[in-house]
């Protein structure tokens, strides 16, 4: 089994690994292990016959997140932003179609989709037929998936701030901090081996939010002692 991507050559079947190869299947083991928490979700929902107490836009705004680093790999031929969003994206695809079969607001959750699902219509329109191929393409898609991923990470600042309010890391989730510490720092790297800002930038917020949570968890973790300081990994 091989992946042909820029840099080289991934083959499992090879004795050793470059470094370029290693971070390669970290960041697809890492991230699939991140996208594939919201199975916790879809585990509830299907449990509970209700998408009550559930976040819908998380999936939604992953999903499109994913959609728009699948063209970048794809413009960029690299075997690996590939690979990880296509699986992200059916992953999450999944996770909107059974929230949309449970949901009691399905008027809402549709419409979020249409609207989503037009921006991104608009998006391959402008990047397709009005930029030219080639480094400008590739710079200005770079730069809005960028964009949209470091406001994703920085996204839950606020809920942190509310946390060091009250003291409570019950709302956190122990194990999705650890998998977005390691995922985020398996892409900085592997952008890095790259030389590509890109990929870089805005992965290296997700590692300083993880390092926030952790240093909560460490400081809040004897709130309660009576209950686990962390809950299951969700979405």
Do not use: H
């Amino acid at each position: 089994m091989e992946f042909t991507k820029p840099g080289g050559l991934l083959d499992i079947s090879s004795q050793s690994m470059d470094p370029l190869q290693f971070l390669s299947w970290a960041c697809i083991v890492f991230t699939v292990g991140m996208f594939s928490t919201g199975l916790t979700d879809l585990k509830k929902m299907r449990e509970s016959k209700s998408a009550d107490n559930i976040q819908f836009l998380p999936f939604l705004t992953t999903c499109l997140n994913n959609l728009g680093w699948l063209y970048y790999g794809i413009l960029k031929k690299d075997q690996t932003i590939i690979l990880v969003n296509v699986i992200g994206a059916l992953l999450q695809i999944l996770y909107i179609a059974v929230y949309l079969y449970y949901t009691k607001q399905k008027r809402l959750v549709m419409f979020q989709t249409l609207v989503a699902g037009g921006v991104l219509t608009c998006g391959w329109f402008y990047f397709t037929m009005y930029l030219p191929e080639g480094e400008t393409r590739l710079s200005q898609l770079g730069l809005t998936c960028s964009v949209v991923t470091v406001s994703m990470y920085m996204s839950p600042l606020i809920d942190l701030v509310e946390i060091v309010r009250r003291g409570d890391v019950q709302c956190l989730s122990f194990p999705l901090t650890v998998a977005t510490f390691f995922t985020s720092t398996s892409w900085v790297l592997y952008g890095l081996q790259l030389n590509d800002n890109y990929i870089v930038v805005p992965n290296t917020p997700g590692i300083f939010t993880s390092l926030i949570r952790f240093y909560l968890f460490r400081r809040f973790a004897s709130v309660n002692q009576s209950s686990p300081s962390y809950k299951s990994m969700q979405m």
